[in-house]
T-cell receptor, first 113, second 110 residues
Framework: QKEVEQNSGPLSVPEGAIASLNCTYS??????FFWYRQYSGKSPELIMSIYSNGDKEDGRFTAQLNKASQYVSLLIRDSQPSDSATYLCAVRNTDTGRRALTFGSGTRLQVQP | NAGVTQTPKFQVLKTGQSMTLQCAQD?????MYWYRQDPGMGLRLIYYSASEGTTDKGEVPNGYNVSRLNKREFSLRLESAAPSQTSVYFC?????????FGSGTRLTVV
């Protein structure tokens, strides 16, 4: 089983809709969770981080964390064609002393005009 | 502009050749990382350095070596390149929050 799993997609949504991206992780002691956006041919860029159970909102983005169920999700409201990209989920377990992130393979999002 | 600088951006090697990928950050971060990204595989950790003078293996270290030259610089060396090392390589640095990535090196080994 992969440590961090994402549906590869593509997830296709119409412009203005809510896009819902999901991620599950296997290590119960994971403590920090991140969402990155990666445009084709570019490097990943950080969208949001979340550390506690519940929701965290930043503009059109909402990250949701449920540690008991070991999943983290990203909601994108009012989706725009410019949101079309691959979204990477990443987790970190600082108990190991490592700060390195473990990434999922990403979900490709397509927003249709 | 502050950030992570990687060189070169593109490289073609013949099997058996060696090369060093360079990475430098000017954000005074302690931790630096090297990842490779292959289609359908996501980002996989090759090596990381928690601080100047320390390096540790990640998930896929075979065929690579690293040097943390100082706090700013973290290089990745391929001693004898193989076609399986064809990939996009990303360097990153971090402190408490998430990573800042370099722009990547697209490496092809023929």
């Amino acid at each position: 089983q992969k440590e961090v799993e994402q549906n590869s997609g593509p997830l296709s949504v119409p412009e203005g809709a809510i896009a819902s991206l999901n991620c599950t992780y296997s290590d119960r002691v994971s403590q920090s969770f991140f969402w990155y956006r990666q445009y084709s041919g570019k490097s990943p860029e950080l969208i949001m981080s979340i550390y506690s159970n519940g929701d965290k909102e930043d503009g059109r983005f909402t990250a949701q964390l449920n540690k008991a169920s070991q999943y983290v999700s990203l909601l994108i409201r009012d989706s725009q064609p410019s949101d079309s990209a691959t979204y990477l989920c990443a987790v970190r377990n600082t108990d190991t002393g490592r700060r390195a992130l473990t990434f999922g393979s990403g979900t490709r999002l397509q927003v249709q005009p | 502009n502050a950030g992570v600088t990687q060189t070169p951006k593109f490289q073609v090697l013949k099997t058996g050749q060696s090369m060093t990928l360079q990475c430098a950050q000017d954000m005074n971060h302690n931790s630096m990382y090297w990842y490779r990204q292959d289609p359908g595989m996501g980002l996989r950790l090759i090596y990381y350095s928690a601080s100047e003078g320390t390096t540790d293996k990640g998930e896929v270290p075979n065929g690579y070596n690293v040097s943390r030259l100082n706090k700013r610089e973290f290089s990745l060396r391929l001693e004898s390149a193989a076609p399986s090392q064809t990939s996009v390589y990303f360097c990153a640095s971090s402190e408490a929050s998430g990573y800042t990535f370099g722009s990547g090196t697209r490496l092809t080994v023929v």
